[in-house]
């Protein structure tokens, strides 16, 4: 990978990736978070963590040194959780 | 140790000092209006002179609400509201919850604004919420809040830049851990006077360093704030409860397993209110009724937080029988970790949660992160102050540092000018711009910037002093005599406020500072060739 | 009142050890080149307790609004506190 192409992938990691994988991780936390004593949980920490959600994912693509290796992380943290939205439409 | 190499120390303050220089400033403008507006009741109530004293709850209002909600449309009946804020209008809301074609949650109703003693209607509006004329009392105050909270654009586009700048905050929280090797053991050196660089290098990291659990966590509340509503929401009522976010309001906010539509008249309210504020220990703050006219109405009513705790109770009521029915948590029906962790999150980012003593320790927290942001942006072109283009562009932080102050001053003294008169909102908006542009034109026709620094502060100075007496003289504000019968020690104390804050600014003037500056070395001259 | 007490007792807890902490700080004294008038023995962990205990406390004891009002302080006065250089004026 050239130079250029690596501060390409940074940026788009960095940026549109890691706000479009906040956005996924908060509505598949629905799916998985425990629902609590008042089944409301689940629904009130998917987005409360949304600003974690972006922050991991943008410090963990500033950080990285081997950017392949952040780009299958992102893709399949953004799989699972679509899958897992994806649920939802079987399910109704 | 540090956690990171060169490399990724390299990239990372890029990432912290290229933020900051691109967004940094507007970010300063948030967080100095939110410390302001954490004082945002006390400017209310000070702003409206004295005369909201009137405490709505502690006084009859049973009949008058019956005959104000009883003939609107029962789609209003869905949830009716009451509170009163502090520049003392009562506002009267019921209203029912929507989704718009867009798909966004709204509240529509009828919106009565009512005198606090007679309870006469001074305004009728129908609409949502967004539709509702600001209240003419409280234009000062609601205009700081609204600058801090969207900047004064159209939602959803304010909430989506402050919760960017938020974003950027705790970015900058971040890096700052990481990139700081030595966090533990600069935690007492002072800054140093022996060059200029190396001073603004030290006093931007000795106040980084102390401010940072707070950094992180006002970020991180305000960009949630911010993103609740306008992302949050919407994309979990997509997920789990296919688009509709009235559902998805109602789930979390918590709706009783059972509904009885019989048609039942609302229990006394002033008895309820009584039993609660005798319960409780203290005069309920504001309440809601849902499902009016029902058998399963319920009367919520708010109160403040207890001594020594920092999160207020809901007490439910059954508003067709009186029947006290317990604490209702913040979210669902019963407590839960959910409601317990977000019932932090408001106390954490307003510091409202012990009256004056919290709120001034919040003041200063957010006084902290402007200095922060404001040296840090120093530091950055102090190091490449060799370019002339950023030496143009560092006059840029004192225009914004001294020019968001002046303009909420011009605001303030927008506001007092033009209050008796139909539009305080309009002018105290003009008032602001008026000021931030005098700001910018002192900026760029003062060169030397000790004598610029001297003349902001100098203004500052002068516009603080005066403001109490423009209270009294313009807005027909009460005196002090007046204010100490009726008991108003909070509008006292903001008079002395801005008369200590106006004599602080002197005392700048006048060359008295806590810290000593360094002069700053001109640039670099060309060496000079001995004579041959 | 209560709250307001205990803030203030903690507060001044936990700045007396901070006081203490800038008085035997080693890089402070290297970099000032400061020679301390009274010798203390430098016991930074023991202090750093001290600094923290009334955060334990409090929140044990349920008082909430004293630790969030506490904490915030902390910063803010430790913050000032390192500010002044030592032996310094205005």
């Not at chain 2, 200095?371 to 225009?399: D, F, K, N």
């Amino acid at each position: 990978m050239t130079w250029n192409g690596r501060l390409i992938a940074r940026w788009v990691l960095a940026g549109p990736a890691a706000f479009v994988l906040a956005i996924l991780l908060m509505a598949a936390t629905p799916f998985w978070f425990p629902k609590g004593a008042s089944n409301i949980d689940h629904l009130v920490f998917a987005i409360f963590l949304f600003p974690a959600y972006w922050a991991i994912p943008f410090t963990f693509a500033v950080m990285a040194e081997k950017l392949w290796r952040a780009s299958a992380i992102f893709l399949a943290t953004g799989l699972i959780s679509v899958l897992m939205i994806a649920q939802m439409f079987n399910q109704t | 140790m540090s956690i990171a190499n060169k490399a990724q120390s390299k990239r990372l303050l890029a990432v912290h000092g290229w933020s900051a220089v691109i967004l940094g400033l507007f970010l300063y403008v948030v967080v100095l209006t939110g410390s302001v507006a954490v004082l945002s009741h006390e400017i209310g109530l000070w702003s409206g002179g004295g005369h909201g004293h009137h405490n709505v709850l502690e006084h009859p209002l049973h009949d008058r609400i019956v005959e104000l909600v009883d003939p609107l449309d029962p789609a209003y009946h869905e949830e009716v509201s009451l509170f009163q804020n502090a520049a003392g209008s009562v506002f009267l809301f019921p209203h029912g919850h929507e989704t718009t074609d867009e798909g966004s949650f709204v509240e529509k109703g009828v919106r009565y604004v009512l005198d606090p003693v007679s309870l006469e209607i001074l305004q009728r509006e129908e609409g949502t919420r967004s539709d509702f004329a600001p209240d003419h009392r409280s234009a000062l105050d609601r205009f700081i809040v609204d600058l801090h909270v969207r900047l004064h654009a159209p939602n959803p586009w304010g909430l989506f830049a402050t919760g960017i700048l938020g974003f950027v905050m705790l970015s900058a929280a971040i890096s700052g851990i990481i990139l700081h090797k030595h966090l533990i053991k600069d935690l007492f050196v002072a800054p140093r006077l022996s060059g200029l660089l190396l001073n603004r290098r030290d006093r931007h990291i000795l106040a980084g360093s102390w401010s940072l659990p707070f950094s992180f966590i006002l970020a991180f509340t305000g960009a949630f704030f911010s993103f609740a509503g306008t992302i949050g929401l919407p994309i979990v009522a997509m997920a789990a409860f296919g688009g509709d976010q009235v559902k998805a309001f109602e789930a979390v906010r918590g709706t009783p397993a059972i509904e009885d539509e019989r048609p039942a008249p609302i229990y006394d309210l002033d008895a309820m209110l009584a039993e609660s504020k005798e319960r409780v220990g203290s005069t309920p703050q504001f309440l809601t009724i849902s499902n009016w006219g029902r058998a399963d109405a319920k009367l919520t009513v708010f109160h403040g937080p207890a001594e020594g705790k920092i999160q207020g109770s809901n007490h439910v009521y059954n508003a067709a029988t009186g029947a006290y029915e317990g604490v209702k948590p913040l979210f669902g029906e019963k407590p839960s970790l959910g409601s317990a962790v977000f019932a932090w999150v408001g106390p954490l980012h307003f510091g409202n949660f012990a009256g004056l003593m919290s709120k001034a320790i919040w003041v200063a927290l957010g006084l902290a992160t402007c200095y922060v942001t404001l040296t840090g942006l120093q530091l950055w072109t102090q190091r490449r102050h060799e370019s002339a283009v950023w030496r143009s562009m560092s006059r840029a932080i004192p225009i914004v540092g001294y020019g968001t102050p002046l303009g909420l001053l011009g605001a303030a003294f927008a506001f007092f000018a033009s209050y008796p008169g139909p539009n305080p909102a309009y002018w105290t908006a003009v008032g602001f711009i008026a000021a931030s542009i005098a700001s910018i034109i002192m900026g760029l026709t003062i060169r030397e910037r000790t004598q610029l620094s001297r003349s902001y502060q100098g203004v500052l100075a002068a516009g603080l002093v005066l403001l109490p007496i423009l209270r009294v003289t313009l807005a027909e504000g009460l005196w002090w005599p007046q204010l100490i019968s009726q008991g108003s020690v909070i509008i006292i104390t903001m008079d002395l406020l801005m008369l200590v804050c106006g004599l602080g600014c002197l005392a700048m003037v006048l060359g008295i500072t806590f810290e000593r500056a360094v002069a700053p070395r001109p640039a670099k001259q060309p060496l000079m060739q001995p004579a041959e | 009142m209560i709250t307001a007490t205990i803030y203030i007792c903690a507060t001044l807890l936990s700045a007396a050890a901070i006081a203490y902490l800038l008085l035997t700080d080693p890089k402070r004294a290297r970099v000032f080149k400061q020679k301390s008038i009274v010798s203390l023995p430098r016991k930074p962990r023991l202090a750093w307790v001290i600094v923290f205990s009334p955060a334990a406390v409090l929140l044990v004891a349920g008082q909430t609004s004293a630790f969030l009002a506490w904490f915030g302080t902390m910063t803010v006065v430790g913050w000032l506190m390192a500010m002044k250089r030592p032996g310094a004026g205005a």
